[in-house]
């Protein structure tokens, strides 16, 4: 009976209506990093598709020559 009532009291609380909403894209940046050539092709990338969607940050370390060995 408890299961019952409860099963009737349930909501949908999650709505299944699709939203539009936005991004914010964080690029973590070092002179010596190899993999941030590729990383801010793609940011672009991401960027020119959605114009007004997508918006972007970038981190550059006040040490140029730092590099996160991560």
């Known amino acids: 009976m408890i299961l019952l009532a409860s099963a ?3 909501q949908n609380y999650v709505s299944t209506e699709p939203l539009n909403k936005n991004a914010i894209l964080e690029e973590f940046t070092g002179v010596s990093c190899p993999n941030c050539p590729a990383g801010h092709t793609t940011l672009a990338n991401i ?4 114009p007004d969607r997508a918006f ?3 981190y550059h370390p006040s040490n140029s020559s730092y590099t996160s060995p991560y």
């Open 47 to 50: 960027l020119a598709a959605n």
């Open 56 to 58: 972007a940050v970038a």
């Open 8 to 10: 009737l009291m349930a």
